[in-house]
């Protein structure tokens, strides 16, 4: 059977789109994307790999795969990475087992990382959707870091110093969500997701046998 008005091949089954979500730290990125995971079936969170050490309430293989430096660059060195950067002296990275697989078999993943990565990401994959999640303010976003209580004072003062340059590549994203109520922020989000499934590139595939019997002579 081909998808109709494509003359394609149709097996029923959509590739999954690769959603990539970043922001300054201290933005509200990852409780914005945990609240829309909860409430949105069908989306995967690719945990990323990190070099560095975990922070209080951290756990392995929950919030990142924590490995040293030494193991990430065997990693990078063997191409087992679909992107990965050097962020604030220590490296993150998403591997390639934790999307490719998900997005062949139609499930859509999730990425949370920065917009170096996104770069990268998008070189490979241009269909990714990107959002970008800013504070309402700068004085907002020092408030939020301050709060999690989880970082020193020097710590605090690189990432208000790299949020600035973070915060310069909105432009390269797809969509733009100012984090002011969140749980207005949480509404947009779930919006982009779940409009992004209504394309009709994927409609055809997904409705495939639907859009024939509809057409039939």
């Given at each position: 059977m ?5 003359g394609?091949?149709s ?10 979500v ?7 990125k ?27 309430g951290?756990?392995?293989a ?29 490296y ?57 209580g ?41 919006a ?21 019997a509809?057409?039939?002579v």
């Open positions: 081909s998808v109709p008005g494509t394609l091949p097996t029923g089954v959509a590739r999954g789109t690769l959603f990539i970043a922001a300054p730290s201290g933005a509200g990852s409780s914005i994307v945990n609240a829309v995971l909860k409430d949105t079936p069908g989306i995967a969170l690719s945990i990323s790999y990190t070099s560095r050490a975990p922070r209080p951290e756990r392995h929950q919030h990142y795969h924590f490995i040293d430096k030494a193991e990430f660059e065997r990693m990078i060195a063997a191409g087992a990475f679909f992107e990965h950067a050097l962020v604030h002296g220590d993150k990275g998403t591997a390639r087992q934790s999307v490719e697989p998900q997005l062949a078999a139609g499930h859509d993943v999730l990425l949370e990382i920065d917009w170096q990565g996104a770069g990268q990401v998008r070189a490979q994959l241009p269909d990714a959707l990107s959002v970008f999640i800013l504070p309402p303010s700068r004085a907002a976003l020092e408030t939020r870091m301050r709060s999690r989880q970082d020193s004072e020097a710590v605090i003062a690189q990432r208000l110093a790299a949020a600035r340059e973070e915060m310069s590549h909105y432009a390269e994203f797809d969509f733009v969500i100012v984090n002011d109520d969140f749980d207005q922020a949480v509404r947009e989000m779930q982009i997701f779940l409009g992004s499934r209504q394309r009709r590139a994927i409609q055809q595939i997904r409705h495939a046998s639907l859009i024939e509809l057409l039939r």
